[in-house]
């Protein structure tokens, strides 16, 4: 997303922060996690309290230098006095101005969240209003801390180690695709699959509605969908919670990834037995993509628990 628009705004600084950022940091995931574990975690147990700040002085240079540096795409700004004045985003560089007072988005204009904020309210805020961070505030307004999408998502990564977790599932995942040049893209992304597959050792037939591929224990792992003749979606079938340690699965992502689709719709179905289980899918699923303009997500589950 962030590179798309460095393009589309011809600004070469944007696209070569985009780039580094993009591969360097680790800090910005786009999940949404909806459930209820979060709600038992405050934000004063999640979010960073070693904040970088900038001075609403300083040049859009020194932004731009702050990004290559420390890799974040939000960063508060502070005034001499160490009060919270407003914050400014990699977005915010396409703005015209020599200096961050000028760019920024002021306070007034800012949400802000308390330390006894839930994790999952946080999450909500985001989803809601399309930002990446919140920045959290004591009962005096002083900035205390600053809480992104990704310290959400590596939370439930360190939490979800000292729970025990069911990796097995029953797992079928279609894959939906909306480009101006579908046809053409999903009939070369098909040969592709069929030569990726094939070249495995799998065994790809093709059925009057589908190209079906199965395990070389014969049990299914792909189906490529037709309708009027045309190749409508993609259905992956899985019995891992974890999709990310099967490299065929991980192949076929990468494949798909290859032609850039303007949106890919993914549905889940699945059955598990954990909520555990259920969280990490859903992680999983929401940042399957990296190059893909548009991904969205829709999860059916079902738990025994």
């Known amino acids: 997303m962030i590179l798309i628009f460095g393009v589309i705004t011809l600004n070469v600084i944007l696209i070569l922060i985009a780039l580094f950022i993009y591969f360097g ?4 995931y786009n999940a949404v996690l909806t459930y209820s574990i979060f709600d038992r975690l405050k934000i004063k147990d999640v979010m960073s309290e070693n904040i970088v700040s900038i001075s609403p002085e300083s040049s859009v240079k020194d932004l731009v230098d702050l990004m ?11 005034d001499n006095y160490g ?39 946080s999450q909500s805020i985001m989803a809601k209003n399309d930002v990446g ?20 998502v ?21 894959f939906y695709f909306y480009d101006v040049d579908k046809d053409a893209k999903l009939k070369k992304l098909t040969d592709d699959l069929i030569v990726l597959m094939g070249g495995r050792d799998y065994h790809v037939s093709e059925k009057e509605d589908y190209i079906e591929t199965l395990t070389k224990d014969w049990e299914p792992l792909a189906k490529i969908m037709k309708k009027d003749n045309k190749i409508d979606h993609i259905s992956l079938t899985t019995k891992s919670v974890d999709v990310s340690c099967q490299k065929i699965v991980m192949e076929i992502l990468a494949t798909i990834e290859k032609y850039a689709f303007e949106e890919i719709v993914v549905t889940d179905h699945i059955t598990l037995i954990d909520e555990i289980s259920s969280i990490q899918r859903v992680i999983t699923d929401m940042t399957l993509f990296k190059e893909s303009k548009k991904t969205f997500g829709t999860i059916t589950i079902r738990s025994d628990f």
């Open 25 to 28: 940091a680790h800090q910005e």
């Open 133 to 152: 961070r919140l920045l959290v505030v004591d009962d005096d307004g002083n900035l205390v801390g600053i809480v992104s999408r990704g310290d959400i």
């Open 83 to 121: 009060k919270l004045v407003g914050i400014v985003t990699f977005n915010d560089l396409a703005k015209n101005g020599n200096n961050i007072k000028d760019i920024m988005t002021p306070k007034k204009d800012l949400i802000l969240i308390s330390l006894e904020t839930s994790a999952s309210e």
């Open 68 to 78: 290559f540096r420390y890799k974040y795409m939000g960063y508060p700004v502070v």
């Open 154 to 174: 590596k939370t439930y990564q360190v939490y979800s180690k000292k729970t025990s977790k069911i990796q097995r599932c029953a797992r079928i995942t279609n």
